[in-house]
């Protein structure tokens, strides 16, 4: 079993920031490439920042300059620094990670349960 577990959420101010974390524990043998998601009500769930194994980063275009995804890999916990929120921003904030359970193993993409941000005066 993999699990991954986020925390960070909640209500801020427009301008303020918030830090996303979340740990994946488990089965692992290797973790390749983690990212987040936002999925507001009613709407597909959108790629938001992605980091591989490597350290290379990709950001949608609404967050360049304002969001930093990082990941430490001895603690299997990836981050996202939020700074300059905006009310658009608003959406539940999902994680992701591409896990090899085994050496040679087929690689599974497994999702957090969510944490809500909301950015609101």
């Known amino acids: 079993q993999v699990r991954l577990v986020e925390s960070g959420g909640g209500l801020v101010q427009p301008g303020g920031s918030l830090r996303l974390s979340c740990e994946v524990s488990?089965?692992?043998?290797?973790?390749?490439?983690m990212g987040w998601y936002l999925q507001a009500p009613g709407k597909e769930r959108e790629l938001v920042a992605s980091?591989?194994?490597?350290?290379?980063?990709n950001y949608r275009d609404s967050v360049k300059g304002r969001f930093t995804i990082s990941r430490d890999n001895d603690k299997n916990t990836v981050y996202l620094q939020m700074n300059s929120l905006k009310s658009d921003d608003t959406a539940a904030y999902l994680c992701?990670?591409?896990?090899?359970?085994?050496?040679?193993?087929?690689?599974?993409?497994?999702w957090g349960q969510g944490t809500q941000v909301t950015v609101s005066s």
């Open positions: 992701s990670c591409d896990v090899q359970r085994s050496y040679r193993g087929p690689v599974f993409r497994y």
């Open positions: 488990g089965s692992i043998f290797s973790i390749n490439v």
């Open positions: 980091i591989t194994s490597g350290g290379i980063t």
